[in-house]
Structure formats: structure tokens, C-alpha cells
């Protein structure tokens, strides 16, 4: 056989391959709508509810809300709780999102708690999908039953069952999906080299910072996801790094500058248990311990209350045991992942990413 005739047939074989590349988007595709699907119907009982404990306070209570379009510019301006006419409730909070959003569903459906309700429900599914997208990114070398099992998990724990059904959490929704979409975008410029995915992830960030302050955290988790699963160039890091800060920092002069008139929000002993520990060491004890009772309702969430503010945690010293063990969990998780981090990535990422994730509320 003759060189020539040789290569003709290796062009011809070439041909026959399938496109597994085209196979594994649209397998991708279907498990990501399986999940949000999955997701919807779990909460689609939720469409049903009326307004419930704060949705009043940003919505049919919410003077400016009520106003619909009219009232965004004065959204985009003012602290969170302006619209509720309760002084004592306002302070440094600036969540422009969630209420806009809220402005844009009263002007099309006023006082309608169902329409809130499915829109909780539908971003709820989309966030979903989109979670099972980022992690078939970032475990791309595991299978991608992994990613879905990890996503089918997210949709049905029922400890996202306040946020979803609640009116107001929508907050919470918008900003982990923004958070989301940002690391999507990110990666992509990682990938293709190209501005506009960066413009695009940095931009994200910033919604997702004007929809709650606790997006911060993905300052960190970024560059962490850059560093563990893209092995990305310490120059790379930065850079990105760098220009979140720069979002981060205009975000908070925005909300300084705006928030800066409102008046103070003072805890009272009712919503802050904590006051009523003894001394600082007590404190710092205590708030571990509500840690570990995170810990535990991650792990087995039983059992569930919408509210754990007054006399609802005990208050725990130095010389509980179970203070101690709090302590001593902590401590072993947080070393164990930093030890790990390259032996086993994607245990350390998942440690690291909830203890980091809660150190604003913690």
C-alpha cells in the first residue's frame, strides 16, 4: 500500500470518530435541566403561599416598592429598610437588587404573593443548573454523576427550604446565582484569554454584591477556585484578584456614601442571644458553638426553625464540653484542609468554601 493510499484511509477512519466533545455538552445540558426542573417541582408548592414573617416588609408594606418603576431611582439611593417606614430597622444595609426586582414584579403583578413566590422558585431552579454547570467545570476529571449527585443534593436540602420559600430570602438567591455566574464568566476568560467574559464575570460580581454584602466572600473563593482547579499563573490570580477588589471597593463607598445618614439598627437582646453572655470568652465560645450547630443541620437538618434569636441557643463557656469540642472541630477541619489542599482539592475546597462562606455571619 502506498504512502498516498495510506492516508487517504487514515482520513477516511478519522471521519467515522464521533464528536464525543458535542455528546458531553448535550449530556451536560440535560442532566443541568434534570436538576432544575427537579428543583422547581420540589418547591412548586410554594407558588400557593401567601406573604409570610418579613416578605411584608419589602413588599406590599414597602412604600416604595408599591411605586413599581417609578420608585427604582429611589431604590438605587437609599438603604434597604427606607421603604418600610421603621427607623429602628434601618442602618448599613444596601440591597438595591432584591427590591428593584420586588418593584418590577409589584408594577406587573401587584399584591400578588403568588407571582413572588414562582419567581423564588424559578431563579431557585436556575441557580441549581447553574451550580451543576459550575461543578462539571471544576471536576472535570471526575465523572459526571459527581457534579449531578452534588446538584441533586443542593436542590433537595432542606435547609434552603426558608430561603426559597420566603419572599424576602430572594436576597440570598440573587446573590449566590450572580456569584455563580461571575466564576462561569471568569472561567471562560481563563479558558479563551478573552476581555469581554472578564468584563462580564467582574460585573456579575457586582450584582451580586448589590444584592447582599455576603458576595464579598467570593473575593476569596475566587482565586481559591482559580488556584485549585485551573492551576492558574500566580500573575493570573491577581489580576483577577486585583480587579474584584477594585469592584468590592466600589461597592462599599456606594454603600457608605448612601447608608451613611441611616440611622443605627441597635441589636436588642430578643434577636441577639449573644448579649447575654458574660464576658468576651464566653461570647467567642458561644458563636462557635452556633457553628457547630451549623455543622450539624448541614449534616443532618434536624430539626429546622425559622428563627433561633431568643432563648433559643444556650448561652456556653470555656469549661463546657461542648464549647471545647466546637472549638476543637473547627480547629482539625480548617487544618486538615490547608494540610489536603493539593492531595485532595476537592474535600479542602468544599471545607474551605463553607467556613469561608460564613465568616461574615459568624
Known sequence: MSKKQIQIKAKAVAVTIPDDTNALKKLKISLGMII?????????QSISFDYTYDDHTVTKDNRIVKEGFAGIPTILKTDYWFGYNREELRGAIYRPMPLILFAVEWQLFPNNPHAFHFINVLLNSLLCLLIFF??????????LLFPFACGILYAAHPIHTEVVDNIKSCDEILCFLFSIISVLFILKYISTNKILPLIIGAGSYFIALLSKETAT????????ILYL????????????????????????FIRYEITKDAPGNPETLINNSLLATHDFISREVT????????????????????????????????????G??????????????????????IISFGILFYLITLAPVS
Open 134 to 143: 459550575l461543578l462539571s467545570k471544576l471536576f472535570d476529571k471526575q465523572s
Open 217 to 224: 466572600t467570593f473575593l476569596v473563593i475566587t482565586p481559591l
Open 36 to 44: 432544575g426542573a427537579f428543583a422547581f417541582i420540589l418547591y412548586a
Open 287 to 322: 458563636v462557635i458553638f452556633i457553628l457547630l450547630k451549623y455543622l450539624q443541620l448541614l449534616i443532618l437538618p434536624y430539626s429546622l426553625s425559622y428563627d433561633y434569636s431568643f432563648n433559643q441557643i444556650p448561652n456556653i463557656t470555656l469549661s463546657d464540653p461542648i
Open 324 to 345: 471545647i469540642a466546637a472549638i476543637a472541630i473547627h480547629i482539625i477541619i480548617f487544618i486538615y484542609a490547608i494540610l489536603k489542599i493539593q492531595k485532595f482539592p
Open 229 to 252: 482547579f485551573r492551576k492558574t499563573n500566580r500573575r493570573g490570580i491577581i489580576t483577577i484578584t486585583t480587579l474584584l477588589a477594585v469592584v468590592t471597593a466600589c461597592y462599599l
